[in-house]
């Protein structure tokens, strides 16, 4: 299989599209993620896989916890806003309707549905870190709408350069 | 918020389903999973929440992998013959058209997609364990059809029941 193919296999992992906030004290940042799932119902578990180069992973372990901000499908300028790197110059919760969690994380208002999340594990997954987040709260905003899909927002993270030439034991 | 509405908010997680399949020599499980998200790039990771009280847990850890079966909409029924307990008199593989993958494990033959994985590591997560899987081989059966998502099953596997009466800190 070429890149491309593997792609596109890989796209048929249905995911959700979310926006994860983290904060250390004033220091704040929010990232778009697809890699989360329950894994727990005692305690209330999610799994979610954070890229260690991104900005917000240190937020998150010196925070000690991430909120989930679940998008729906209208919302894919949102999820294409927060899948932007983070920089010095650029806080892309500027003009964002957003409120504090408990410890400062950025729960978005325009939201189907939000988690609150404590750290509760983490261990290194490839290129990845797959961190635990026990759910403490949560509310379901929008029970009508649907949730945006990973699927759905075709190549809009570019990940299918990310693939490998192919699959190989 | 009381049991069904956390239910309510937990289906906002949108996930896919799956029958993952385990082998160890001749002995050989399949079962109906939705709690599985791609979670690295390099190399291409999979992690799956697996219930250690499943039968297939222990066969999946003897073997050192498990297969992935990505079921399409039109298979509810096959998402709930294997979401059944296994039990000593009930080979759920019988009359199931399914082939062995490198390692024995089941992949059934009508499925969307496949995915082969070899174990990679695991992390005890609340009741369950989160197990990686490092994909070794992987298809695409039918490119045209839509992925069954676990939000579709409803209640088809009694969970709601097994979400907790509230949220708590």
């Known amino acids: 299989m070429a890149s491309a193919e593997i792609a ?4 048929r992992v249905t995911l959700g599209l979310y926006v994860v906030g983290a904060a250390d004290g004033e220091r704040r940042d929010a990232f778009t993620a697809a890699w989360l799932t329950q894994v727990s119902f005692d305690p209330l578990l999610l799994a979610l896989s954070v890229n260690p ?5 240190r937020l998150l372990h010196a925070g000690g916890g991430f909120t989930v901000s679940v998008l729906e499908e209208t919302q894919q300028e949102v ?6 790197s983070s920089g010095r110059d650029r806080d892309k919760l500027a ?3 957003w409120r504090p969690g408990r410890r400062g994380a950025p729960v978005l208002r325009d939201a189907l549905a939000w988690f609150e999340c404590e750290l509760a594990g983490a261990m290194p997954a490839g290129d990845h870190e797959l961190v635990l987040g026990r759910v403490v709260d949560g509310g379901l905003l929008l ?3 649907r949730p945006l899909t990973y699927a759905a927002t075709g190549d809009m993270d570019g990940s299918s350069a990310l693939y490998p030439a192919r699959l190989s034991a």
Chains 1, 2 share one sequence.
Do not use: Y
């Open 8 to 11: 596109e296999l890989f796209r």
């Open 53 to 57: 180069q991104n900005a917000s992973h």
């Open 79 to 84: 999820a294409r806003h927060f899948g932007l």
């Open 95 to 97: 003009g964002i309707a």
């Open 143 to 145: 029970p009508g709408a």
